[in-house]
């Protein structure tokens, strides 16, 4: 059971292991996009391409994906990046169901783990297998493993690199169930935190915060929901930023209030000043505009150098 990206490498895993799967489950299809067209998830294009039986079900409690789901037989279900599961579900499955997660639970419960680790300045992080219960994401452990996380690393690079561990863990994790090799420990509450799903807002950059927050926040929340900033009127995309601590970097700034630009210019790029020090931005676009470098930005928008981003939404 999964829908994203995120679930593919666990999928092509278990495909070319000795478990056999007799079953996928995926989110039904909805409009996306400009053009509001209807679309397989990720998975679900993924798993028809392998020839595998699929089921898009709207709701999980309903008789006949309940008795489908029952029919397979299934000694396991295995969960990656999925929605809530009630316990008719969870528990269906004879040895229940194993649910990936992108953290070191108990910490970052919730919808996004990559991403508030990164918001909260973590240098490690890693992936759980764990034994769904009645609660979101409190389920007893079943394995662990670390994973640092680069000081300018965005959220999508670390889900990338994420879900491949997870991958290989998840395996582990099936494998060690078969054999009895694996003891599930009971989660503690202590040090629990959660990971609340992203809103729009949420990439909002508050310019008055550390010019370390500021960067974090630019790369946690990039690709989704987007970082960005109000500037003279515009909305300004923000996918990379670098904080600047070098004595050569800071000298090309002018200590200017939060919000406003320490320098911009199309040689040496774009830095905007923070609550404390400031950040450069290193790749940036005008909403609905292509992606390009602080050089590139200041040689095509001259007329935002003398905007100063907005400190509230």
Not at 84 to 106: D, F, T
Not at 118 to 127: L, P, Q
Not at 153 to 182: H, P
């Amino acid at each position: 059971m999964g829908t994203p990206e995120f679930a593919l490498p666990s999928l092509e895993a278990l495909v070319s292991s000795e478990h056999k799967i007799v079953g996928v489950v995926t989110a039904f299809p909805k409009p996306a996009g400009r053009g509001l067209k209807v679309a397989p998830s990720p998975v679900e294009r993924r798993a028809r391409e392998l020839g595998l039986e699929v089921q898009t079900p709207e709701k999980l409690k309903d008789p006949p994906f309940l008795g489908w789901l029952g029919a397979r037989g299934p000694d396991v279900g295995v969960v990656v990046a999925f929605r809530y599961l009630s316990k008719e579900v969870y528990s269906l499955p004879r040895w229940g169901s194993v649910n990936l997660h992108a953290s070191l639970l108990p910490q970052y419960r919730g919808a996004a783990p990559v991403n508030w680790a990164i918001y909260h300045g973590e240098r490690k992080t890693g992936v759980t297998t764990f034994l769904l219960d009645d609660r979101l994401d409190t389920g007893a452990i079943l394995a662990q493993r670390d994973c640092p996380i680069g000081p300018d690393e965005t959220a999508g690079e670390l889900a990338e690199k994420l879900s491949r561990l997870g991958a290989k863990l998840l395996l582990e994790t099936l494998n060690g169930m078969e054999v009895g090799s694996l003891m599930p420990v009971p989660q503690s509450e202590a040090g629990a935190s959660s990971a609340p799903r992203l809103k729009k807002e949420d990439g909002f950059v508050r310019w008055d915060l550390s010019a370390l927050q500021v960067h974090n926040q630019i790369r946690a929340f990039s690709p989704v929901p987007g970082t960005w900033g109000k500037l003279g009127g515009v909305i300004v995309k923000i996918y990379r930023s670098r904080v600047l601590l070098s004595t050569a970097d800071l000298e090309k700034s002018t200590a200017n209030a939060p919000g406003s630009w320490c320098y911009f210019s199309d040689k040496t790029g774009l830095a905007v000043c923070c609550g404390e020090g400031a950040v450069e931005l290193v790749e940036l676009s005008l909403e609905g505009r292509k992606k390009s470098t602080g050089p590139e930005f200041a040689r095509g928008h001259r007329k935002l150098a003398d905007k100063t981003f907005e400190l509230t939404v």
